[in-house]
Structure formats: structure tokens, C-alpha cells
């Protein structure tokens, strides 16, 4: 039975990402830049997630947006919360999955779910960035690294150097400091995964994680922090092929029970 | 000023007899017509001013800010006390005389300048200049306090009431205001029950002490202002301000029904007038509340609400006070909150006032809540509302900053949802300040909350 097309956009602080749905199979997604023009770049991720799957915007039956930008999405016919589209994309994706951590640009977030993947508890960073993708990306500047090098070169430390988590300015400051009085680039930024690693896992132990754990989020592409995180926790983390695209997904299944409801 | 003045649900003679003091002591507080429009805006927007009795309750918080702005120069004796005060001690501060004006001038700035103004900022950053410097965890209440007299809104005090039974930094910031406009300071203070699962009871040496010194400050009282305070004194204020404490229960119970007939934006109003017990408050709030009350009634009686009547029902602590828009996102993502976890429990009403003299009893009243008990008392206190009225979920906000609030919710919100089997949510919250919160971050914490307490709900219907 062919049920139509429908649409998941993520409109998130740091990126805008877009998931192509039908009858239960992704057919394309994308992930672009969300800039300063929330509304446009949740046209241009969904546009392009459509050219790849030979699609034109008005084939698109149902659309759902999430993430920061939601409510500004032209082409949304509903909105839900991140936290609510994450847990059904990591639960789509993993049948089994009871948890997941997710970690984007601007919050990190620990999610319980039941067995038919609904939110049964949810934690949230505060009002601090030293929790988020944010936190590295200053570092990695700082360090002169591209966000792509920052997992397989904390990989090759030796000897992680302690860092600060409280406070993403501070931390930067601290790197700085320790820069300068000869410590190997690897070795900060290992401390740095460290240091989000030891927050995080506060934030998921909050919530009695259950096997399975899922990691989603654009962090969640960093090898070095999927490592620290797993050493911090004590357990694997499952990761999706693409995990950067989890909440949108979420957000198109979303979209396809609307069609089914009538 | 006309237009705000309806607002505050007065009629054409007491516009009329107000009018030049309003405007003497808006102009001492700096507030401006561009000010008193946008306050006009902002009650239209945020409260529910089509009902006479919160007309009536916003104008008797914005009387009782113009009574504290004038009082010295109407010649007034003024003594400030605590927030949240020794309820029945501090009425009877505020109604002994008339040459005497009490209050707790923290809350006029977090209601009157900041709900109703948002003209609070500017206070708090006056604390912050010299004395409660920004980002060193101070309590914005406490800046509000001292910022007020700082910036010259409230005159000098002749006495300083401070309360310190669970917070160290309210007696230290009012050592400052003491020791700055050179008024004698009485201490009410305590420490926290050794029993601490002995709750609502509480130790008879800590009523005896907080007795002693209640009647040490009575005596303080008489000194300064020279009017006999005595047992007939405080009988007669917790007498006057138990008729407001009545109507508060009754329209309390009103927002247990469905749909839920008052915004919990508007009942912040009445719960924090009735608290902070100005004089304003004891002497008009009754007839204000009885307006009220039969308002929400009539609205009960025609299945009329301000939210769908199958809203998951929440219980919360410390919503906003200061920035009535984060209030605002708690009914803005569809929740009904029904119920304060500092109301009165029913252990607590059907405690036996078994202590015969009325300072004993007031005593026995103010440390019987929570907050003034331990940590326990905290958690057995919002275990015993949270399932009496059956929620489906809990905001505890997390104060950061307050000595008070800041040390269980994590072990309530792992106890009430252990027992309980209901979502409690903690986010890191100021309700007295909106600089480092604001609508849009608690939004983001308070809209997923919803989504799951609103799925919850389905699967159990």
C-alpha cells in the first residue's frame, strides 16, 4: 500500500536536518548549516533530502518539524519537542533501545523510554553550554582541529589532561593556559571529551539508563567521545549509521501516523 | 494613570483620593508614563483582569507598593521584615497602628515593578553594585530587598525584622541594611528539627526558642514605634489575617476543579498578597477574595476554565515571580497547575494546636512548614499533596541560589517518582530573577514535559 511521502525536519542551533519518509523506509535525508534564517535552511535541508530521493516539496503528504526552530518552519503541519522525536527515531531504529543520550550543539539530553519507544523521563543540561557539541567546537577551534579530527586524535592520547566542565569560557581558558605550558594537543582535547564525558554521564545516570543505550546527536559522529562516554558509563552505546539525523527521523514517522490516524 | 487605576479595579472616589499619591510615589520609584503604559499592556496581557476580584488584588498590591514608597513622609514608623515572614506576627506588625507601616518591600519589587512593571532588573543590579555582587550566588530576593532602599524606592527603616530560621544570607543582608541606615535588627531564627521524619510535629525547645525571640522582637517593637504590642496585639492581626486566609483556601479548592477557572499567573497574585500580609492585604484582600470567589463560582458553575478540561494536572514549587511570561509557558504547553507543594497538607490543618498561648501557636504554625522543618519534611510534605490530589506530573524547580530550595529536589524528585509512579521534572530555575532564565529556556525544559504527561494520560484513559 503506498501511503505517500512524508517529512521529518530537525531544526536544531547548529544544524538543520531533514529525513524522507515512506511506508517505514528513510528514502534520503540531509543535513545543512542552520545559520541565522532558521525557516530557510529548514526549506534548503528539506529540498535537498527530496532531490535525493527525486521528490519535489509538493509530493510531501505530512511534514513535522522539531528542534529549536520548529515553530518556524513554513511548511510544518505539526510540531514536536526534540526529546519526544528522538526517542521514536532511536526506538524506530533499535527496537530494544530503553535510553538514549543525545548530544547536539546546544543541550545534551538523557531519555528513558518504554518498550513501544514513549518518553517515560527526560533530563536536560541547564542554562550552561559545557554540556553540548558547543563545548567541543570552541575547543577544537582553539586547538586549531577540524571538528572531523577531534575523535581519532583524542584517540591517540597518552595521558588526558583535566579539565574543567563547568563552564565552556573557562574551560577554553584553561586549555589555553595548558597550551602554553607545552601540553600535546592530544592530550587537551582527550581531556576535553573527558571532562563532557564525566557531565553527560551524570545527566544519564539520572535516569537509570536500560540497555539499549542509544547515542545520537552530532557528537554522537565523534568516535574519542563515544569512547570517553562508554568508559564513564561503564557500557556500549548502540550508534546509528547516521545519528546526526535520529530527531528528524523521529519527527517524519511522526508525520507518517498522522496519515495513518485518518 | 486613569486607565491603569481601572486596572486596579478602583472606582471614580478612591481614583480620585489615590491619584496624588500614586503619583508622588511613582515618581520617587521612577515609574513614567511610558512605564505606567506598559504596565497597563502587561496586565492585559498577562492576568485576568475581566474579574473585579483581581482587579481588586493587582490594586491592592500597587496601594500597598505606593503605602511603602510614602510612608515615611506620611510620617509613618517602618519596620521591614523577612519574606516569606511569621505569618500572624507580621500582620499584626502591619495593622498595630497607624503611625506604624510593616512590610516585606522584597515582594513590591518582584510583583509590582517586576510582574506587573518589568522594571525589577535595575533594582537587583543596585545590590549588585557594592554589596551583592553579580554572579557570587546572592539571592535576588535579598537584592530586591537591599536594592530598593539602595535605589531610594522605599525610605530607611526604623526596624529591621530579619528571618533566618533555614537562610543564612537574609540576616546578613539585613545586618547591611541595618548597619547602613543605622536600625536596630531583631532576629527570628532556628535551625533545622533533629526528628526529621517526626514532621508536621515539631521539637518543643524550637517553639520555645522561636517564642523567646518573637517576644524579644515585640519588645523591640514597643521601643522603637512606642505602642504597647502585646498577646491582644498579635491575636487581633492573626485573627484580621486569617479572614484572607480563609478565602485563599476556598478559591485554593476551586482550582483543584476541571476546567481549571483561574491561571495560575493570577493566583500568584492572591498566594503571594496573602503571604506577604501588608496592610493593604489584611484590611482590603477579604473583600477582594470574596469578589473573586464568586467570580470563579459563577465561572465553575458554567464549566468555564482558561484551559481544556482534560489538561494533565501538575503540582509545582516556586513558579515565577518576578517574570510572569515564564509562569505564562506552564499553561501555554496545555498544563494545569492545580496545586502549590507549599500549600497547607491536610496533616498539617488537622494538626492539633495543642499549645494555649497564641505565641506558641504561631510559632508551632511557622515551623510547621516545610521549609522551616528539614529536608524530609520537604519531601514527606510534597509525597502527601502530590497523591492526594492524584497529578500526573511535578515541577520541582531547582533554586540554585536559595538556601532553602535548593537541597531536595533531586532526592524528591527520586522519592516522589519511586512512590508515586509520576514524572517530576527539576530544571535549575530563579523565580526572583530573570536575567539568567528566561521564558524560552524554561519553555524548552516544560514543553517535552507535556508531550509526555499528555501521552501518559491517553494510555491511562
Known amino acids: ?262 | 494613570m486613569r486607565e491603569f487605576m481601572l486596572l486596579c479595579g478602583m472606582d471614580e472616589a478612591e481614583m480620585r483620593l489615590e491619584l496624588p499619591r500614586f503619583n508622588k510615589a511613582f515618581a520617587i520609584a521612577g515609574l513614567n508614563q511610558a512605564d505606567i503604559k506598559q504596565a497597563e499592556a502587561r496586565l492585559n496581557r498577562y492576568f485576568d483582569v475581566k474579574l473585579m476580584g483581581m482587579r481588586k488584588l493587582i490594586g491592592i498590591w500597587v496601594k500597598e507598593f505606593v503605602d511603602a514608597v510614602l510612608a515615611k513622609q506620611e510620617g509613618k514608623k517602618i519596620i521591614y521584615y523577612s519574606y516569606p515572614p511569621v505569618s500572624g506576627f507580621a500582620a499584626s506588625m502591619a495593622i498595630m497602628s497607624p503611625d506604624v507601616y510593616a512590610i516585606a518591600p522584597e515582594l513590591l519589587v518582584e510583583i509590582v515593578l517586576g510582574a506587573f512593571f518589568d522594571k525589577m532588573t535595575p533594582v537587583l543590579e543596585e545590590a549588585e553594585k557594592e554589596w551583592l555582587g553579580p554572579g557570587l550566588g546572592h539571592c535576588p530576593l535579598l537584592q530586591a530587598r537591599l536594592g530598593g532602599l539602595l535605589k531610594s524606592i522605599f525610605p530607611a527603616p526604623d526596624l529591621v525584622v530579619s528571618m533566618g530560621v533555614s537562610c543564612d544570607q537574609a540576616p546578613e543582608t539585613d545586618e547591611i541594611i541595618a548597619a547602613l541606615y543605622d536600625a536596630p535588627l531583631a532576629y527570628l531564627d532556628s535551625r533545622s528539627d533533629s526528628q526529621g521524619d517526626n514532621w508536621p510535629l515539631v521539637e518543643k525547645w524550637r517553639i520555645d526558642y522561636l517564642v523567646a525571640e518573637i517576644r524579644d522582637t515585640a519588645r523591640m517593637i514597643e521601643k522603637v514605634t512606642g505602642i504597647e504590642f502585646n498577646e491582644d496585639t498579635i491575636n487581633y492581626g492573626n485573627k484580621e489575617a486569617g479572614k484572607m486566609r480563609e478565602y485563599q483556601m476556598k478559591i485554593l479548592a476551586l482550582r483543584k476543579k476541571e476546567p481549571q477557572p483561574l491561571s495560575i499567573k493570577d493566583a500568584q497574585v492572591l498566594g503571594e498578597l496573602r503571604t506577604t500580609c501588608g496592610l493593604r492585604a489584611v484590611k482590603e484582600g477579604p473583600n477582594a477574595c470574596s469578589i473573586l470567589l464568586e467570580e470563579l463560582e459563577r465561572r465553575v458553575a458554567h464549566g468555564e476554565g482558561v484551559l481544556p478540561k482534560d489538561a494533565p494536572r501538575i503540582a509545582i514549587v516556586m513558579p515565577d515571580y518576578g517574570d510572569v511570561a515564564q509562569t505564562e509557558v506552564i499553561e501555554n504547553v496545555g498544563l494545569n497547575a492545580i496545586l502549590y507543594l507549599t500549600e497547607p497538607t491536610r496533616a498539617e490543618t488537622e494538626k492539633a494546636w495543642a499549645y494555649g498561648s497564641v505565641w506558641e501557636q504561631i510559632a508551632d504554625l511557622t515551623l510547621t512548614g516545610a521549609s522551616r522543618h528539614s529536608s524530609q519534611a520537604y519531601i514527606s510534605k510534597f509525597m502527601g499533596l502530590a497523591k492526594e490530589y492524584n497529578v500526573d506530573g511535578v515541577i520541582l524547580n531547582s533554586l540554585s541560589k536559595c538556601r532553602e530550595y535548593a537541597i531536595y529536589p533531586l532526592k524528591a524528585k527520586e522519592v516522589i517518582e519511586r512512590e508515586l509512579g509520576i514524572p517530576v521534572i527539576a530544571p535549575e530555575h530563579d523565580p526572583w530573577d530573570n536575567r539568567e532564565f528566561t521564558a524560552d529556556i524554561f519553555r524548552s525544559r516544560i514543553e517535552p514535559f507535556a508531550e509526555m504527561l499528555r501521552e501518559r494520560k491517553k494510555l491511562k484513559s
Not at chain 1, 535552511?41 to 526552530?69: C, F, I, N
Not at chain 1, 575547543?139 to 597518552?158: C, D, F, N, W, Y
Not at chain 1, 553527560?200 to 537509570?208: K, P, Y
Open chain 1, 1 to 262: 500500500m503506498k501511503e505517500g511521502i512524508f517529512a521529518g525536519v530537525d531544526v536544531g542551533a547548529g544544524t538543520a536536518k531533514a529525513v524522507i519518509l515512506s511506508n517505514d523506509k528513510i528514502l534520503a535525508y540531509a543535513v545543512t548549516p542552520t545559520g541565522f534564517d532558521a525557516a530557510a535552511a529548514a526549506l534548503r535541508v528539506t529540498r535537498r533530502a527530496l532531490r535525493r530521493a527525486g521528490l519535489k516539496l509538493s509530493e510531501v503528504k505530512y511534514a513535522v518539524s522539531t528542534g529549536y526552530g520548529r515553530e518556524i518552519v513554513p511548511f510544518s503541519n505539526r510540531t514536536v519537542t526534540e526529546i519526544t522525536c528522538h526517542a521514536r527515531g532511536a526506538s524506530f531504529l533499535f527496537p530494544e533501545c530503553r535510553t538514549v543520550i543525545d548530544i547536539g550543539c546546544q543541550d545534551s539530553k538523557a531519555i528513558r523510554l518504554d518498550e513501544r519507544g514513549r518518553v517515560m523521563q527526560f533530563v536536560m543540561n541547564d542554562k550552561c553550554a559545557a554540556g553540548t557539541g558547543r563545548f567541543i567546537e570552541v575547543i577544537a577551534h582553539t586547538l586549531r582541529l577540524k571538528i572531523e579530527e577531534i575523535g581519532p586524535v583524542a584517540l591517540t592520547s597518552q595521558s588526558p589532561c583535566a579539565i574543567s566542565s563547568t563552564c565552556t569560557v573557562f574551560a577554553e581558558s584553561e586549555v589555553v593556559s595548558l597550551r602554553g605550558r607545552g601540553r600535546k594537543r592530544e592530550d587537551l582535547i582527550a581531556g576535553v571529551l573527558q571532562a563532557l564525558a564525566k557531565r553527560v554521564s551524570i545527566q544519564a545516570n539520572s535516569v537509570r539508563p536500560a540497555p539499549v543505550v542509544v547515542f545520537t546527536g552530532g557528537v554522537a559522529k565523534n568516535i574519542g567521545m563515544k569512547q570517553a562516554l562508554e568508559k564513564e558509563l561503564g557500557f556500549k552505546l548502540s550508534l546509528p549509521e547516521e545519528p546526526q539525523v535520529v530527531g528528524a527521523l523521529g519527527a517524519a514517522l511522526f508525520a507518517q501516523d498522522e496519515s495513518r490516524k485518518e
